[in-house]
């Protein structure tokens, strides 16, 4: 009998958005190891918006080098804020010689005016037409270089308005979650999150 390979899957690292930690997944993250995936999280800080998305996007890229092998490539997984610093890892500081799938929950890729509620560095960030936005949209084909999936609802009341999560490249995956933090608990979500992770 020949011998069998087994081709194991890229590890998936998982980035959590504004005011949260890695724990914002302690649902969803047990339930992708269970299919077996080897899942990771980190903590990104500060989480409440004092920072600049790129300055948490340089966090974001010291965990990959200090975590993973430079050989090895990883599949992010990110939710709101979350999705726009891996984007900024992806798009300005390498992360796209990383990275081979990139999914995106409710992140609000052309911005949201709930950021006007704060006047903070990453708050100002994430206001539509600010100079990081515009910044990351100027080239966003290059999001085509990975496999790129942004899930999104459109019942969210927190990425106002919900059609900033739509971009114009790679897939575009509505799921009708009745709240933004509904996205990291949503049994629909799991399942095309774990369709995904599981592609060739």
Do not use: C
Request: aromatic share 8%; no cysteine; charged share 20%.
């Amino acid at each position: 009998m020949g011998a069998s390979i087994v081709v194991m899957a890229r590890p998936v690292l998982l980035v959590h958005g504004i005011w949260d930690t890695g724990t914002r997944f302690r649902w969803i993250r047990p339930r992708l190891e269970r299919s077996g995936l080897r899942v990771h999280s980190l903590n990104l800080s500060p989480n409440n918006g004092n920072a600049e998305l790129a300055e948490l996007a340089r966090q974001l890229d010291g965990y990959v080098r200090t975590t993973f092998a430079d050989v090895e490539r990883i599949d992010l997984v990110a939710f709101s804020m979350g999705g726009l610093v891996s984007r900024y890892y992806i798009q300005r500081l390498g992360g796209m010689e990383r990275v081979g799938k990139f999914v995106t929950l409710g992140t609000p890729h052309r911005g949201t005016w709930t950021a006007f509620v704060l006047n903070n560095a990453g708050a100002r960030d994430m206001r539509p037409g600010s100079a990081f936005l515009e910044d990351l949209n100027r080239d966003v084909e290059v999001l085509r270089g990975v496999s790129f999936t942004s899930i999104w609802t459109p019942l969210d009341l927190m990425i106002l308005p919900a059609a900033s999560s739509h971009v114009e490249v790679g897939r575009s995956i509505p799921v009708r979650a009745l709240m933004h933090p509904l996205l990291v608990r949503d049994r629909r979500v799991l399942q095309i999150l774990l369709g995904i992770l599981s592609e060739s």
